[in-house]
């Protein structure tokens, strides 16, 4: 009981920590990574049931999630950052494009299950304390045959000036994403070296690792 009390306070104070690094970060002019959207995602845009519904944790200032509704699709955005999240909200106004926002730290967060057709972490990155119960969380929240599509950061990043984070716990690769998505048909999973073109932080060429994923 005391344990779980003092886990709660920990978990509560991490995640300040995190919307604060967050808030700061997107505490600028212009939109830290553009309004455009990731090009991996966009270049899986015939995966993406019409009409369908769109989770999209970590979706920051919002390109993405936006990009998704002007798809047609039904976007819930969940994100930490009452500053990103507030910029998000200004660029669907400004897109004419109707979309769902929580403000919720995602590792305490009450996730659905078998709610969504689609999920999609860009640049969503968790240590590997969190990634594998959250990855799970993502899978879980698919409806049965509903697809993931990620891009992330590889340990390979660490090297390039490019953006992403600086510590190794919070970087993806292959095999802890073939792991994590294990009861999920893996319809792609491969290293990448875009280009980045993303606003002034994801500038140059990266390292990224780019999974397709379909639940059961
Ligand atoms: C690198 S940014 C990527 C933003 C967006 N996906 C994009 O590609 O433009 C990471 C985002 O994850 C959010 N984030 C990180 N940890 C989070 C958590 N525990 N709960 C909710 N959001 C979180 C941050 O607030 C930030 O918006």
Same mark, same amino acid.
């Given at each position: 009981?005391?344990?779980?009390?003092?886990?709660?306070?920990?978990?509560?104070?991490?995640?300040?920590?995190?919307?604060?690094?967050?808030?700061?970060?997107?505490?600028?002019?212009?939109?830290?990574?553009?309004?455009?959207?990731?090009?991996?995602?966009?270049?899986?845009?015939?995966?993406?049931?019409?009409?369908?519904?769109?989770?999209?944790?970590?979706?920051?200032?919002?390109?993405?999630?936006?990009?998704?509704?002007?798809?047609?699709?039904?976007?819930?955005?969940?994100?930490?950052?009452?500053? /990103?999240?507030?910029?998000?909200?200004? *660029?669907?106004?400004?897109?004419?494009?109707?979309?769902? =926002?929580?403000? @919720?730290? %995602? #590792?305490?967060?009450?996730?659905?299950?078998?709610?969504?057709?689609?999920?999609?972490?860009?640049?969503?990155?968790?240590?590997?304390?969190?990634?594998?119960?959250?990855?799970?969380?993502?899978?879980?929240?698919?409806?049965?045959?509903?697809?993931?599509?990620?891009?992330?950061?590889?340990?390979?990043?660490?090297?390039?000036?490019?953006? /992403?984070?600086?510590?190794?716990?919070? *970087?993806?690769?292959?095999?802890?994403?073939?792991?994590? =998505?294990?009861? @999920?048909? %893996? #319809?792609?999973?491969?290293?990448?070296?875009?280009?980045?073109?993303?606003?002034?932080?994801?500038?140059?060429?990266?390292?990224?690792?780019?999974?397709?994923?379909?639940?059961?």
């Amino acid at each position: 009981m005391i344990w779980e009390a003092c886990f709660q306070i920990i978990q509560l104070w991490q995640g300040a920590i995190m919307s604060k690094f967050w808030d700061e970060k997107f505490n600028r002019d212009g939109f830290t990574y553009g309004t455009r959207p990731n090009a991996f995602l966009e270049s899986r845009s015939s995966l993406l049931k019409p009409g369908g519904s769109v989770l999209v944790p970590g979706d920051g200032e919002g390109r993405n999630g936006v990009w998704l509704a002007q798809q047609g699709l039904n976007v819930t955005a969940v994100d930490s950052s009452k500053v /990103g999240q507030g910029k998000a909200r200004g *660029l669907a106004e400004d897109s004419s494009v109707v979309m769902q =926002f929580q403000l @919720a730290d %995602l #590792l305490t967060w009450d996730w659905p299950t078998a709610a969504f057709d689609h999920v999609v972490s860009i640049f969503f990155h968790l240590h590997t304390d969190d990634r594998p119960r959250l990855h799970a969380a993502m899978l879980a929240a698919l409806k049965p045959g509903g697809i993931l599509i990620m891009e992330a950061f590889r340990p390979e990043q660490l090297a390039l000036s490019s953006g /992403g984070p600086r510590v190794s716990e919070l *970087l993806f690769d292959k095999d802890c994403l073939a792991q994590d =998505f294990a009861v @999920a048909e %893996l #319809l792609e999973l491969e290293n990448a070296s875009p280009i980045l073109d993303e606003g002034p932080l994801h500038q140059g060429l990266a390292a990224t690792v780019r999974l397709v994923a379909r639940r059961r």
